[in-house]
């Protein structure tokens, strides 16, 4: 198994040019909180960043610009190498956005849950398939972003420029959710 899932702590130990192999368990108390705690120092500033976005939308704001409040944010971390690195593991996590909401530390995902509460809400459609369409959407928009992240960083180029790559997302997003 490669990825987040495969890696040990041993390598992850190596990787940081430790020399003792229990330092995970010690700072973070497992590969787990390890994890945790990378989720959390870059996902709380793009949810700071999005909960900016969101009040700057208003009262009001259209089911695009609501898109938009996740994807400007999350796109923006594709200027940064190791923001990329984060990027390719949240893609990698995929399987267990259906339980985001019981396993994400709330404090660093105070706006996101507020975001996707307000597009889950969006469709004229039953509880369940307005859930499905939320977890559609973040896997569309961490994959996509994802996998420019592996082009920016393999130097295979990309079709689009930023801004349309960006536009281009939000209205993808925004169609599943009106799907």
Same mark, same amino acid.
């Given at each position: 198994m490669g990825g987040v899932e495969g890696v040990t702590t041993r390598q992850i130990t190596e990787a940081a040019e430790q020399r003792n192999t229990s330092a995970v368990s010690y700072h973070f108390g497992s590969r787990q909180g390890l994890l945790r705690e990378i989720l959390a120092r870059r996902g709380g500033p793009v949810?700071? @960043?999005r909960g900016r976005l969101l009040a700057e939308?208003?009262? =009001?704001? +259209?089911?695009?610009?609501?898109?938009?409040?996740?994807?400007?944010?999350?796109?923006?971390?594709?200027?940064?190498?190791? =923001?990329?690195?984060?990027?390719r593991i949240v893609a990698q996590l995929r399987g267990r956005f259906a339980a985001w909401r019981? @396993?994400?530390?709330? &404090? *660093? *995902?105070?706006?996101? &849950? +507020?975001?996707?509460d307000r597009? @889950?809400?969006?469709?004229? +459609?039953?509880?369940?398939?307005?859930?499905?369409?939320?977890?559609?959407?973040?896997?569309?928009? *961490? =994959?996509?972003?994802?996998?420019?992240?592996?082009?920016?960083?393999?130097? *295979?180029g990309n079709d689009l420029d930023h801004a349309a790559f960006v536009a281009n997302l939000a209205a993808m997003g925004a169609a599943i959710i009106t799907a």
């Open positions: 949810d700071d @960043e939308a208003g009262p =009001s704001p +259209a089911l695009v610009d609501l898109v938009s409040c996740l994807v400007v944010p999350y796109a923006a971390l594709l200027d940064d190498p190791s =923001s990329r690195a984060y990027l019981v @396993e994400s530390d709330a &404090a *660093t *995902t105070q706006h996101l &849950a +507020a975001i996707l597009i @889950e809400a969006v469709p004229s +459609a039953p509880p369940a398939v307005r859930r499905g369409r939320v977890v559609a959407l973040i896997m569309l928009l *961490t =994959s996509t972003v994802a996998d420019r992240a592996r082009r920016i960083d393999d130097g *295979t």
